[in-house]
């Protein structure tokens, strides 16, 4: 059984804007799953649905299996418990989620005194402990939230979500408001927590570079639907949605230095949750749109070993066993148009706008061959 096993989630918020629309994920113990997307794309929403802290008139359909045990239909009693001891989240910008009145020790404390009903001396003993584990001096329990830089609120985040030992830890944006070197550490000690601990990992990000470094296995999500999931390099680096590639192409890929010099835009904007457009919602963005894409949105279908996307562009090809693709074997549908606009990922500056738009996962031959580059797993096939 997975520790977590979402099933056809869906939330629609009170004014009707559709912020998750059927989303799956599985997540076994001591394995780390990034959840990326552009702002507004629903990632924290399906953050908060996973615990139920989502505001009143906000209607959540499908599942939330935790260790088998459906989030959704819990009694309020059992949702209290589980948020501490079953799931716990590390939010963005830990000065708004710590108070700041409050010293953080005692705030670490809380949740121990109350969930595992501990004594004040045993509390204040966990708590040092904890602080301990993410790095800081027990002592620093007696500061109060200001009195801490950024990357150490965000370590007393961790200590806090650690505080009942959970099996789930979600951790959204947590290292966004942070400088390039706390939030290498901040990530190093999510790494270290979740190997320790055996726990399981939710990691939200709209870096999908991080993400890669990060998780085991990355999903997009697109106007809240999962467009592509796999594992976490290989999304990265070879994206078969034009919008996970798109998001992929903006940031910098880990250990190919160019890519830093090169981080690329996707034009437009993610539709507004109440007014959705018709078919796939990326097609108007999309570089490689086809007429039927306008009326038809795409189920998530495998996309090679481990892998599902959500495009048209999916083809048999991709879809068939890696001994099953030859090497420079021709793809078995339609090139997509040439729509005269840029593929995010492919042009960048670096000179190949003349080269037509290759399909999203134009990657000939055999997909469970890791290409050298990206540009390696769009080179057309002979
Ligand atoms: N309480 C709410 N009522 C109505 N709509 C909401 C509410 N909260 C979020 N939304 C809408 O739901 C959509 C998804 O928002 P959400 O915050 O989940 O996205 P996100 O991907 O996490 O973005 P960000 O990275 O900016 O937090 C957005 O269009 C947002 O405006």
């Known amino acids: 059984m997975s520790l977590l096993d979402v099933r056809g989630l869906t939330v629609t918020y009170a004014d009707g804007a559709a912020a998750v629309r059927g989303v799956d994920l599985r997540l076994d113990a001591g394995r780390k799953l990034g959840v990326a997307g552009e702002s507004g794309c629903g990632k924290s929403t399906l953050a908060l649905a996973l615990l139920r802290l989502l505001p009143a008139g906000t209607r959540v359909g499908g599942e939330i299996l935790l260790d088998g045990e459906d989030v959704l239909a819990m009694k309020w009693g059992r949702v209290r418990a589980v948020r501490w001891a079953g799931a716990s989240i590390v939010f963005q910008g830990a000065m708004h989620s710590l108070n700041p009145v409050r010293r953080v020790g005692d705030q670490i404390a809380e949740p121990i ?64 408001a942070l400088d390039v070197m706390i939030q290498a550490q901040i990530l190093r000690l999510i790494e270290q927590v979740v190997a320790d601990q055996d726990v ?98 795409q189920p998530l279908r495998d996309a090679g070993p481990d892998r599902r996307a959500a495009c048209v562009h999916v083809t048999a090809q991709d879809r068939a066993p890696a001994q099953d693709r030859a090497p420079g074997r021709a793809r078995d549908t339609d090139q997509p148009p040439d729509t005269g606009r840029s593929w995010a990922g492919d042009s960048g500056g670096s000179g190949d706008r003349d080269t037509p738009p290759a399909g999203p996962h134009d990657t000939v031959g055999d997909t469970s061959h890791a290409p050298d580059s990206p540009e390696e797993a769009r080179r057309p096939a002979p």
């Open 113 to 176: 005194l109350l969930h595992r009903r501990a004594t004040p001396a045993g509390a204040r003993r966990r708590t040092g402990e904890l602080l301990e584990q993410v790095g800081l001096p027990a002592a620093r329990g007696s500061a109060h939230p200001h009195e801490l830089s950024g990357g150490q609120r965000q370590r007393v985040m961790i200590a806090m979500a650690l505080a009942c030992d959970p099996r789930l830890i979600i951790a959204d944006e947590p290292t966004t």
């Open 200 to 297: 399981g990992l939710i990691m939200i990000s709209h870096d999908l570079a991080v993400l890669a470094d990060t998780c085991d296995r990355l999903a997009v999500m697109y106007a809240g639907r999962v467009v592509e999931e796999g594992p976490a390099r290989r999304v990265h680096e070879d994206a078969r949605h034009p919008y996970a590639r798109a998001l992929s192409a903006a940031f910098p890929r880990i250990g190919d230095p160019a890519s830093r010099f090169a981080p690329r835009g996707l034009p437009g904007d993610p539709p507004d949750p109440s007014a959705l457009p018709a078919g796939c919602a990326f097609h108007p963005r999309c570089p490689v749109p086809l007429d039927s894409c306008a009326v038809e949105d």
